[in-house]
């Protein structure tokens, strides 16, 4: 019995600075999902009014412009998805449900015999995508929570001149959209070529970003006028507003991945207070009951002397 009361005294001790680190855990990510929030926040309406205008000019301009704007297929042949994960875990669900989210797709679309090639974004999704032995074209890893704009380049230029050179026919971006604190959700979005129906909503947090100005559908009759011209004006806008499209989602799987991490650490830190208690009760018990063993036993030992 004191085996066991020294075992479950050790047991005890060891929860609780396992407690200690997941609390501790669970602050720091509280502060930088802060942080993350209000990085997303003060861009998101900027990026969604920007698709918005570009998706109505794609429509109204003559196509052959811009290469952005050139349509390939059908059929399709090729895609290629931008998968944003985190590079470290410990954040619950969030790395596994948009993996999950992007082979499902990965596997409709190679069912319509289309190859799927990939532009990982953190540790964890190219992990994957490498362990599975799929075409990985880029790797991104080490971003910070808060990025600039600047930083995103990198990616952007890949996206953009892949589908402009012709090597891919459609390019989506595989990311996790802030909705609150305890929810997330995984979206896999077309980014090219534009789509004038593709949710734009890059978050959800309380009312929609977008009002809904046209819930028929039907194209807007607004009339544009390029100054100096159409080319040069779409030139200059239309990378501008991929690379911010693919900012925008860093910044959403940023907050997204600090959210999710401090839910996790709280879990885990309120299972070991649980556990504490349940494995003081049991020490409690085993203590007392090798207290009553032993005066038992002096007692016993006394009647046999007497």
């Known amino acids: 019995m004191a085996v066991s009361i020294k075992i479950i005294r050790r047991r005890i001790k060891s929860i609780a600075n396992t407690k200690k680190i997941t609390k501790a855990m669970e602050l720091v990510a509280a502060s930088k999902m802060k942080k993350a929030q209000n990085a997303t926040l003060k861009t998101r309406t900027y990026s969604n009014k920007a698709w918005s205008l570009i998706t109505d000019l794609s429509f109204k301009t003559e196509r052959k412009i811009h290469p952005l704007l050139v349509r390939n ?20 669900g969030f790395n596994s449900q948009i993996i999950k989210k992007t082979l499902e797709f990965q596997k409709r679309e190679m ?34 929570s808060i990025i600039s704009l600047f930083e995103m380049k990198a990616i952007s230029k890949i996206i953009i001149d892949d589908f ?8 989506y971006l595989a990311y996790t959209d802030f909705v609150s604190t305890i929810t997330q959700k995984s979206k896999i979005i077309k980014l090219l070529p534009f789509e004038k129906n593709r949710d734009i909503d890059l978050g959800n947090v309380g009312k929609n970003t977008i009002e809904d100005e046209n819930p028929s559908g039907e194209a807007s009759e607004y009339e544009f006028i390029f100054e100096p011209n159409p080319d040069q004006v779409l030139e200059y806008m239309l990378p501008r507003v991929v ?44 203590r007392q009951t090798s207290i009553t063993k032993e005066i038992m036993e002096i007692v016993g030992g006394k009647a046999a002397l007497e």
Do not use: W
């Open 111 to 144: 069912a319509n015999g289309r190859e799927v090639d990939f532009i990982t974004v953190g540790k964890k999704g190219r992990d994957v995508i490498a362990r599975n032995h799929f075409n990985i074209v880029a790797d991104f890893t080490d971003i910070g």
């Open 243 to 286: 690379e911010m499209q693919v900012y925008q989602a860093i910044l959403e799987s940023n907050a997204s991945e600090h959210s999710a991490r401090m839910v996790a650490m709280k879990n885990a830190s309120d299972a070991a207070v649980d556990m504490i208690f349940d494995l003081t009760l049991a020490y409690n018990q085993a």
């Open 73 to 92: 297929g059908p059929p399709i042949k090729k895609i290629c998805v931008a998968l944003i994960t985190s590079d470290r875990g410990l954040c619950g």
């Open 164 to 171: 402009t050179s012709g090597k891919y026919d459609e390019m």
